[in-house]
């Protein structure tokens, strides 16, 4: 069994950045696929962003390629998601969640763990 747990999230201005964590007990996650997702008031949960379980390979939903980095340290088993450049539309709980699947993978059904979330508002 894997607990994720996410910190980071507050509220800041448009153009900010944040940096989420996610840190992981139970178990290591060195061998899990990660990924974040997001759900905004009203609106389903959606992917964000995802990586190998090495870290070789990462994907991104379209609307933050080039704002968010995802990225992971195996040996604190944490992953993070470093988000700049924040808009108002990025204001969401995100979520961190890992995968026995060693890719890296966009379906939410996919997700063995889920974190608590951590609340992100972006003001403009």
């Known amino acids: 069994q894997v607990q994720l747990v996410e910190s980071g999230g507050g509220l800041v201005q448009a153009g900010d950045s944040l940096r989420l964590s996610c840190v992981a007990s139970?178990?290591?996650?060195?061998?899990?696929?990660m990924g974040w997702f997001r759900q905004a008031p009203g609106r389903d949960r959606e992917f964000v962003a995802a990586m190998t379980w090495s870290g070789g390979s990462t994907e991104y939903e379209a609307s933050v390629k080039g704002r968010f980095t995802i990225s992971r340290d195996n040996a604190k088993n944490t992953v993070y998601l470093q988000m700049n450049s924040l808009k108002p539309d990025d204001t969401a709980v995100y979520y961190c969640?890992?995968?026995?699947?060693?890719?890296?993978?966009?379906?939410?059904?996919?997700?063995?763990?889920w974190g608590q979330g951590t609340q992100v508002t972006v003001s403009s």
């Open positions: 139970g178990r290591t996650i060195s061998t899990y696929g």
């Open positions: 969640a890992a995968t026995r699947l060693r890719n890296f993978v966009t379906a939410i059904y996919l997700y063995d763990y």
